[in-house]
């Protein structure tokens, strides 16, 4: 169902009336708040929109920008609180909720991305005429947006492998799967008119060095040892795409692993040495470890004590020779896998809860963990095995999937304000 009154420029003009009056008046108003729209079971009021008009014009005059036609700026406004609104209800009915923890950590975020305190942020807000604790619900109104559009859009979207297949066959798609280095750099100048002595003791000192480093010692800390004529200099390269690499470092990287040093690389400059400080993307082999369990989960008949002696009891019964699996289909409360024998497969690391995973990591091959508690209940688990499996193609497939999934997210969030706007209700007034 759809109602909108506007009628063009004659809306934005009845609007901007709110702005336009004389001081005394507009004071008198603050008393006198009226709706400036209807939305589904929402209002907008003038007060609110007011606030915001003000917000958006301080944003653009510290930024230097030009302000935009008064008319359009409310007009726009306006707009964006309708699609809020539309939202917050949408989020309201079904149950998404931001708890105060989370509101912390998010604005706590804020602060350290403004290079800042929580405290330094509150002042700093307050200094500028604004009220924290509204900052605060405008950040959660926000955080409630960002669930309600994730939860929506997201379902909208659908890569095939096709399209991931025809994508890794592109420029673009090679270039986002190349694999990145961070490397430190260290250059030992040479004169151009320098002796062969004095390049051959250049060449000394570096191989020296080389072999420092390769001994144990931190590149760094060998490198700001030098001194004198075998001074080196350099630094930090950041991450880099082998497309991106100096030309005299091109072959060389990609052949080192994550923490090796380089040989001494002789340039017109003098000679140069690279350290590997990580790597990311390339070839990727994760260790997986094939477990199953058993889970008791306590109950209003059934206490926490209660359920951790039942999987002891289990743990012993399998200890004396009774099937796991046999037990599992039995006793397991995992819906998902009681009825394989509580076979979980071959699992990645932090793919499992921490309680589970380092209870997985401390038990051998074979063996049966003690009772381990997670959020879930009690639980006894069997590693069957553990492997080195090559990820790097399933990694590479992945990457390239969320690119393209984000490269859509925008156009189909935008088709969806769309239509959630088509279909609520809405009386300008």
Do not use: C
């Given at each position: 169902?759809?109602?909108?009154?506007?009628?063009?420029?004659?809306?934005?003009?009845?609007?901007?009336?709110?702005?336009?009056?004389?001081?005394?008046?507009?004071?008198?108003?603050?008393?006198?708040?009226?709706?400036?729209?209807?939305?589904?079971?929402?209002?907008?009021?003038?007060?609110?929109?007011r606030?915001?008009?003000?917000?958006?014009?301080?944003?653009l005059?510290?930024?230097?920008?030009?302000?935009?036609?008064?008319?359009?700026?409310?007009?726009?406004?306006?707009?964006?609180?309708?699609?809020?609104?539309?939202?917050?209800?949408?989020?309201?009915?079904?149950?998404?909720?931001?708890?105060?923890?989370?509101?912390?950590?998010?604005?706590?975020?804020?602060?350290?991305?403004?290079?800042?305190?929580?405290?330094?942020?509150?002042?700093?807000?307050?200094?500028?005429?604004?009220?924290?604790?509204?900052?605060r619900?405008q950040?959660?109104?926000?955080?409630?947006?960002?669930?309600?559009?994730?939860?929506?859009?997201?379902?909208?979207?659908?890569?095939t492998?096709?399209?991931?297949?025809?994508?890794?066959?592109?420029?673009?798609?090679?270039?986002?799967?190349?694999?990145?280095?961070?490397?430190?750099?260290?250059?030992?100048?040479?004169?151009?008119?320098?002796?062969?002595?004095?390049?051959?003791?250049?060449?000394?000192?570096?191989?020296?060095?080389?072999?420092?480093?390769?001994?144990?010692?931190?590149f760094?800390?060998?490198?700001?040892?030098?001194?004198?004529?075998?001074?080196?200099?350099?630094?930090?390269?950041?991450?880099?795409?082998?497309?991106?690499?100096?030309?005299?470092?091109?072959?060389?990287?990609?052949?080192?692993?994550?923490?090796?040093?380089?040989?001494?690389?002789?340039?017109?400059?003098?000679?140069?040495?690279?350290?590997?400080?990580?790597?990311?993307?390339?070839?990727?082999?994760?260790?997986?470890?094939?477990?199953?369990?058993?889970l008791?989960?306590?109950?209003?008949i059934?206490?926490?004590?209660?359920?951790?002696?039942?999987?002891?009891?289990?743990?012993?019964?399998?200890?004396?020779?009774?099937?796991?699996?046999?037990?599992?289909?039995?006793?397991?409360?995992?819906?998902?896998?009681?009825?394989?024998?509580?076979?979980?497969?071959w699992?990645?690391?932090?793919?499992?809860?921490?309680?589970?995973?380092?209870?997985?990591?401390?038990?051998?091959v074979?063996?049966?963990?003690?009772?381990?508690?997670?959020?879930?209940?009690?639980?006894?688990?069997?590693?069957?095995?553990?492997?080195?499996?090559?990820?790097?193609?399933?990694?590479?497939?992945?990457?390239?999937?969320?690119?393209?999934?984000?490269?859509?997210?925008?156009?189909?969030?935008?088709?969806?304000?769309?239509?959630?706007?088509?279909?609520?209700?809405?009386?300008?007034?």
């Amino acid at each position: 169902m759809k109602s909108v009154n506007i009628k063009g420029l004659l809306v934005a003009a009845s609007l901007a009336a709110i702005f336009l009056l004389a001081p005394g008046v507009r004071a008198a108003t603050e008393l006198m708040d009226q709706v400036v729209a209807i939305v589904d079971d929402d209002i907008i009021m003038a007060s609110e929109l007011r606030e915001r008009v003000d917000a958006l014009t301080q944003t653009l005059q510290s930024r230097g920008m030009d302000l935009p036609p008064e008319d359009e700026m409310i007009r726009e406004t306006l707009d964006r609180l309708i699609l809020e609104s539309i939202q917050l209800q949408k989020g309201l009915r079904v149950g998404v909720r931001i708890s105060d923890a989370q509101l912390d950590a998010a604005i706590q975020n804020i602060a350290a991305q403004n290079r800042m305190t929580l405290e330094q942020f509150r002042e700093a807000l307050e200094q500028q005429g604004q009220s924290y604790p509204a900052m605060r619900e405008q950040v959660r109104k926000e955080m409630i947006i960002q669930r309600v559009q994730a939860g929506n859009v997201n379902q909208r979207i659908q890569i095939t492998p096709k399209e991931v297949d025809n994508f890794l066959a592109t420029q673009d798609g090679k270039k986002l799967t190349q694999a990145e280095y961070h490397m430190l750099h260290a250059l030992l100048p040479i004169s151009p008119d320098a002796s062969p002595a004095q390049v051959a003791g250049a060449k000394a000192q570096v191989d020296q060095m080389v072999q420092r480093i390769r001994a144990g010692q931190p590149f760094e800390q060998v490198i700001r040892s030098s001194t004198g004529q075998y001074r080196f200099n350099g630094g930090d390269l950041g991450w880099r795409k082998a497309e991106d690499l100096p030309s005299l470092f091109s072959d060389v990287a990609p052949k080192l692993a994550k923490g090796q040093t380089s040989d001494p690389i002789r340039s017109d400059s003098g000679f140069h040495l690279i350290y590997m400080e990580d790597i990311r993307g390339g070839e990727q082999i994760v260790a997986q470890t094939r477990v199953r369990h058993i889970l008791v989960k306590p109950s209003e008949i059934l206490t926490d004590e209660q359920a951790r002696e039942l999987v002891l009891s289990l743990r012993k019964r399998v200890q004396g020779g009774e099937d796991f699996a046999a037990l599992a289909k039995e006793y397991s409360e995992d819906i998902g896998s009681a009825q394989e024998g509580g076979e979980l497969g071959w699992t990645t690391p932090g793919q499992m809860v921490p309680e589970f995973e380092q209870a997985m990591t401390a038990t051998a091959v074979g063996e049966i963990s003690e009772p381990v508690r997670t959020q879930f209940g009690w639980h006894i688990l069997e590693v069957e095995g553990r492997r080195d499996e090559d990820m790097t193609n399933q990694a590479l497939r992945n990457k390239a999937g969320e690119y393209l999934h984000n490269r859509k997210y925008q156009e189909e969030l935008d088709a969806w304000l769309q239509q959630i706007r088509d279909e609520a209700f809405v009386d300008i007034k």
